[in-house]
């Protein structure tokens, strides 16, 4: 991206997607609107963006309240699809001491009956960037959809696989289909190894796995998260490592997401490894040190996020 062009681009205002499941993560004493995607929509828009929710929820009480929850958060419900006959997804959380969630997920419920329209065939057409996970592909129907939404981007849109081994919602094949129809793959440490070996790794020094990836499914980026340890960022000119931020946890729930929501509000604007890593720590770690995936913006906090990038253009 050339300087004019980047300058440009800082303030532009994208559309991005977040594809995917929409549930609510129902905790021992509390309910929150969950899933990748809306946490990942949310955080987008604090950044600035045009952060969007595709996915389906029931008509049903818990489906109302989630489309309310929406527009509370300040997230359109235009491309939120109703089902009449499955309901609306549900997890139930449990937190343990170190921040770290547990889920049990509902099976047979809204989000596994995505439907292919004219109206997401048109957002697909306008989208700058897609995040798409692995869970919202373990149905066939669902799995179709996102690989349809994903064939009608504009050739220059961003799509971002997120990597989301939940309990045994996954395969080796929806793994390589999405790696190779990405441009950046998210994976967390716990689940590097897990992924490469799938694909075909066959050497043991996890170090490497996130190069192997990157040439083998022809990614541009993979990103490596690694809890409180920072992260790391593999592309074809290096790898950068960022040690992460100290942060007193409250819970880790879409710390991953808002990661991911930083780091892409970056790539967009032709910011560096560097600089990506910085943002998306940074973003990561305010939403482990809050409680729920979804938290009230702090204006001083998201400036400094925003800022990241913008040094190099002074």
Known sequence: MTRQARIESMSAKYTIVGLGELLWDVFPNRKELGGAPANFAYMISLLGDQGVV????????????????????GLSQEWLQLDTKNPTGTV????????????????NVAWDNFEWTSQWQALA??????????????????????RLFLQNLRPNAVKVFDVNLRQSFFSADILRESAKSADIMKVNEDELLQVSQLLGYKSNPQEAAGPWLLRTCGLKLVCVTEGPSGSSLVAAD????????????????????AFTAALIHHYL????????????????SWVASQVGATPKPDVKFLKSVLHSSVQPLD
């Open 125 to 146: 057409a306008r989208a700058a960037a897609v995040c798409f996970g692995s869970l919202a592909q373990r149905s066939e129907r669902s799995r179709e959809t996102i």
């Open 54 to 73: 595709a996915s389906r929820v029931g008509r049903d009480r818990l489906g109302n309240a989630a489309a309310r929850r929406l527009a509370k958060l």
């Open 92 to 107: 139930k959380v449990q937190v343990f001491e170190d921040g770290q969630p547990k889920f049990e997920i509902a099976e």
């Open 269 to 284: 604007r032709g910011a560096t490894l560097d600089e990506m890593n910085e943002a998306a720590n940074r973003m990561g």
């Open 238 to 257: 290096g790898v950068h490592r960022h040690p992460g931020f100290p942060t007193e946890v409250a819970d880790t729930v879409g710390a991953g997401d």
